[in-house]
């Protein structure tokens, strides 16, 4: 066997990584729970194993989502990962052809050129040099690249990146010291031994002029192991411990693993797969519109894994999903803001805590929840509920009298439990009444009817339930404006992905102008009940800076279809800003009045006598 004193850092510090993630995957593994772990282990004996390791080569290796967001930072990310791990491998292969019938240590295909330094002598050898060659310089390109990026972001478009950690500054240099080094290893070695091809051997013959290469090339064989040893001895420490972790990830997704109500080694692993690529800084709109810049994602995940979590990091948030949606690495970054709230609530339910009966069930075929924010703007409830009588509907007002919560605000203020009892409770009133729809007009009832309830009826935002009722022509809309915009609520768009039946809807009563900010680029009102920290001021900016991106003004109607977004645009809008029911209600009374004369069904409700209101 072949050896040399100087592969020891390397070797020594591969084993030292490779023991600790054995220990911490294990440890992962073993708090699972049963049903968790019995999903890992079927997972590996179907075919998502296959559909896990794709993913594994386009976005561990390829780094596809990055470079389809932006390709500069893709290329860097995929030249690096795909360019080191294709070194690692042709270097494995030319080990097994160099050396038939051995089993070769793993430091071998890594100095290959120091213990086969002229390999003329071996078949392929050509071949095997000029492919190592243009691995080494598509990997020296990343390292360029990156050095760049930390230097000056904004040539990648990129307006703030993350500041280093003292774990991740060896690492960094570690890693930047690599490639470079083991050009010069391998440049000093083609200069005094012969080989290399053109980029080593080129190198070599450059520096074999001016330099004495006989006395360089060991030491610089020493300087490339040892920087290899520091890198791995410093990436369980670092934000690089993202690179084997988000391996781990994909697979525990693909086996059906996801985040919770609380924190599992699920969680862990999403926390360590955060590799702090900076991606969900510019997209949050408290940093870009609010001018807070240190509660970001990148920030809270950082703080949680080495905890030193501040409260404002983690109230400080609208929750409005920007960051998860251009995440890379897929990380479920709200779930695990809302286990941090709950953890540092901490609190167990007050004994004390009781629910007062407000309301009584009563047996309808449809349940209607406005919602304590629709409950504020009257002119919603009342445009529903004329939409319900004109459609004949037999439907029960669940919260007419208010008093009756989602849920939802007590989950974000980190009160789950609590929340949880008030669901029971509510989840009992509803599935007595025998209804088979569920309706509400607020996005954030409608994600956790849908989400936490588990009912087994029809849970349907209010854009969704009067598309359909317009589509069966229960309703008959008439067109109203030549132009609207229609704003998708962060909640219905990005979390629940209901696009669109709204657009559909407004499409019916309005010419539709398209946004280069809607459906997942959406922007939240400003609004947002999730954020405990943020000042009026900076609320007003966001919402100021969303009407803006949207061109609102460009259009005759700004629409939208949750409570809380129309109050906070029409304190900056210059056009009409209308809930999508009051949109309907006004469509079919244009319609009635033109051209059916009213008619009054028979409603099967206990509502006061309905007013309409535009
Ligand atoms: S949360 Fe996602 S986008 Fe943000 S830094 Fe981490 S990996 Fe990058
Ligand atoms: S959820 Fe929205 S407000 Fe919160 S960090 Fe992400 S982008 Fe920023």
């Known amino acids: ?150 230097i000056y972001s904004r040539a990648y478009g990129m307006k703030r990146t993350t500041k280093l950690m003292t774990g991740d500054r060896f690492a960094l240099a570690a890693l930047w010291f690599i490639f470079p080094l083991r050009l010069l290893a391998e440049s000093f070695t083609s200069a005094y031994y012969g080989g290399g091809d053109f980029l080593t051997g080129s190198a070599g013959s450059l520096l074999g002029n001016v330099l004495p290469a ?73 940093s870009f519109a609010g001018g807070i810049r240190n509660v970001q994602s990148a920030y809270q995940l950082k703080s949680i894994r080495y905890k030193s979590i501040q409260p404002n990091e983690s109230l400080n948030c609208l929750m409005c999903g920007r960051c998860a949606s251009v995440c890379p690495v897929g990380i479920d970054i709200s779930s695990i803001r809302m286990i941090t709230r709950n953890e540092m609530n901490g609190r167990p339910p007050d004994a004390s805590f009781s629910l007062q009966p407000v309301s009584k069930t009563r047996k309808s075929d449809v349940i209607y929840f406005a919602g304590c924010m629709t409950h504020q703007l009257p002119s919603i409830k009342k445009a529903m509920q004329t939409i319900f009588s004109r459609a004949g509907i037999n439907y029960w007002f669940m919260d007419e ?107 019916k009563m309005a010419g539709l102008i398209p946004s280069a900010y809607e459906k997942e680029n959406t922007l939240c009102c400003g609004n947002s009940l999730a954020n405990f920290f943020a000042s009026n001021d900076v609320r007003l900016s966001i919402t100021r800076d969303a009407y803006e991106k949207l061109n609102a003004g460009d259009a005759q109607v700004l629409v939208t279809s949750c409570p809380m977004c129309r109050k906070a645009f029409e304190k900056v809008s210059g056009v009409p800003v209308k809930d999508i029911a009051e949109l309907v209600v006004k469509s079919i009374h244009k319609n009635e009045q033109q051209h059916v004369p009213l008619q009054k069904k028979k409603i099967h409700t206990e509502s006061r006598p309905l007013v309409m209101q535009e």
Not at 110 to 136: G, Q, T, W
């Open 401 to 507: 009298h208010g008093g009756i919560c989602c849920g939802r605000p007590m989950m974000l203020a980190g009160h789950r439990e609590q929340a949880n009892i008030m669901i029971e409770k509510n989840r009992q009133l509803i599935l007595e009444s025998g209804a088979s729809i569920l309706v509400t007009s607020c996005p954030i009832c409608y994600k956790v009817f849908a989400k936490d309830y588990n009912l087994n009826i029809r849970v349907m935002h209010h854009s969704q339930y009067l598309f359909e009722l317009a589509e069966k022509k229960q309703i008959i809309l008439n067109p109203l404006y030549e132009s609207a915009v229609y704003h998708d609520p962060c909640e219905l768009s990005r979390d629940l992905r209901v696009y669109n039946e709204p657009r559909a809807l407004v499409g």
């Open 1 to 150: 066997m072949k050896f040399d004193p100087f592969v020891l850092p390397f070797t020594l510090g591969l084993i030292f990584l490779l023991g600790y993630l054995a220990v911490k995957y294990t440890a992962w593994f073993t708090s699972l729970d049963r049903n968790d772990k019995s999903k890992v282990m079927t997972g590996f004996f179907s075919l998502s194993l296959i559909r896990a390791v794709k993913e594994v080569f386009l976005e561990s290796l390829l780094h596809r989502r990055i470079f389809l967001r932006n390709r500069l930072l893709g290329f860097m990310h995929m030249s690096l990962a795909f360019g080191w791990f294709l070194l690692i491998l042709v270097g494995n292969v030319e080990g097994r052809v160099y050396r038939p019938g051995e089993i070769n240590p793993p430091y071998i295909p890594i100095f290959f050129r120091f213990f086969y330094a002229n390999p003329e002598a071996f078949p392929f050898h050509r071949v095997f040099s000029f492919a190592m060659d243009l691995l080494l310089l598509l990997v020296l390109s990343g390292v360029i690249l990156a050095l760049v990026k930390r």
């Open 214 to 286: 006989g006395e360089l090339y060991y030491p610089a064989w020493w300087a490339y192991s040892l920087s290899l040893g520091i890198f791995f001895a410093a990436l369980p420490f670092s934000r690089y411990m993202h690179i084997p972790t988000e391996v781990v990830l994909i697979f525990s997704r693909h086996f059906g693993m996801a985040e919770t109500n609380k924190r599992t080694s699920f969680t862990e692993i999403e926390i360590n797969s955060c590799s702090r690529c900076g991606i969900c800084l510019d997209a949050c709109q408290l």
